[in-house]
């Protein structure tokens, strides 16, 4: 009898194989996961609540055991490796640190596990601290500290002892919405600086397009897409993906044929288009055409785009740099047109009938959005 291959990929650093997770022994929560990490790449897994992202971080860290399949770090497999013995570094949420001790101290704890000697723990301590720009907060405790500035601590005790890879789960949801920003950039600069491999978990789509080389997208369990952050934005392969990441137009229709690379569409309210054959099956089988906002012209000139359709302007919202128009298109009147907000736009009037336009390519013919249709069926 032949025995299994227990070396993982050569060009791999990380890599999970065919890996599934259960938690009652009849669903699966990670579905049958195969997934390579390049060496010192940022990887980011993001998807909703209850998607499988984090249970795949515990799992790689060692503090889920996988159900079935095999994890890989460096070609070899860790399933049976205690989450001490991995030299990963994590960065977690709630920031964990040990209240009654100094920041310094903090970052020396994982130093002192490892049975570096104290000369060496105390260089190692400042550069770190220095990496994250608090050279003078070693005296400091957790609670003189902002949040912003807590978070930084913690990522610095994960960088201490020169980890080769690092787990962040949701390290930033704590903060306000400036002190996130910022902390993208610091995470995306150090990661730059130092090389090393990051795995961060987020639902937060934005986190995900600052700071990633490449985006897995999860939903119920399984990858639906793994792309560079622009590709899943400019190119979803899916109505789900195309939903998830950034702001998105709808329409649903019904293909009636299909050219090549481009497929002509009736919309359910009875205009043709043609738009990107990118998931849909020949003529007959529904789809969700997907146009992002800022890819819509609003009252285009005759020729301008080959695709036109009338429309009524329902609200209107300043947003400094640009105008956001909510609009009724083709059934819908969640229809979003992003207008720059750079000549006064005097004809912007809520209750004005005009046209909308795009050009074919910018349209995605996706699968139907199943979730689109019960909610438009209850309504």
């Not at 105390?122 to 912003?148: C, I």
């Not at 690379?261 to 359910?268: G, K, R, S």
């Not at 640009?322 to 005097?346: C, L, W, Y």
Request: negative net charge; contains cysteine.
């Amino acid at each position: 009898m032949s025995q299994p291959d227990v070396s993982g990929s050569p060009d791999a650093f990380v890599e999970f194989r065919s890996v599934q997770k259960s938690y009652d022994g009849e669903s699966l929560v990670v579905k049958n996961l195969n997934l390579e990490i390049a060496e010192g790449e940022f990887l980011t897994m993001l998807g909703p609540s209850g998607s499988g992202k984090t249970t795949c971080l515990m799992m790689l860290a060692g503090f889920e055991p996988a159900t079935n399949g095999e994890i890989f770090l460096r070609g070899r497999p860790i399933n049976q490796v205690p989450p001490h013995k991995r030299g990963i570094g994590m960065v977690f949420q709630n920031y964990a640190l040990f209240p009654h001790m100094t920041v310094a101290e903090n970052l020396a704890f994982p130093l002192e596990v490892r049975k570096i000697p104290k000369a060496d723990r105390e260089a190692k301590v400042q550069r770190a601290l220095e990496m994250v720009r608090l050279p003078e907060f070693g005296h400091r405790r957790p609670a003189q500290l902002s949040g912003g500035q807590q978070q930084r601590v913690a990522v610095a005790r994960a960088l201490v002892f020169e980890p080769e890879l690092i787990l962040m789960d949701e390290p930033l949801g704590a903060l306000d919405k400036n002190l996130r920003e910022e902390m993208q950039y610091e995470i995306k600069h150090i990661h730059e600086n130092l090389g090393v491999t990051v795995v961060y978990v987020t639902h937060d789509q934005s986190e995900a397009l600052t700071m990633s080389n490449r985006i897995a997208v999860f939903d119920d369990g399984i990858i639906q897409q793994l792309s560079t952050p622009d590709a899943l934005y400019e190119k979803p392969e899916s109505s789900f993906v195309a939903q998830f990441i950034g702001e998105n137009n709808r329409l649903q229709g019904t293909v009636k044929t299909v050219n090549g690379a481009i497929c002509t569409v009736q919309l359910d309210s009875g205009e043709t288009v043609q738009a990107a054959k990118i998931k849909v099956e020949d003529g007959g089988s529904r789809t969700t055409l997907s146009i992002r906002p800022e890819r819509v012209a609003l009252n285009p000139g005759p020729g301008e785009v080959p695709v036109i359709l009338p429309a009524k302007i329902e609200e209107l919202i300043y947003l400094g740099d640009h105008i956001r128009a909510r609009m009724s298109v083709a059934n819908t009147d969640e229809f979003i047109v992003k207008v720059p907000n750079d000549t006064g736009r005097q004809d912007l009037v809520v209750g004005r009938e005009t046209t909308v336009g795009w050009q074919s390519e910018d349209c995605r013919a996706l699968d139907e959005d199943l979730a689109r249709v019960k909610v438009t069926s209850k309504s």
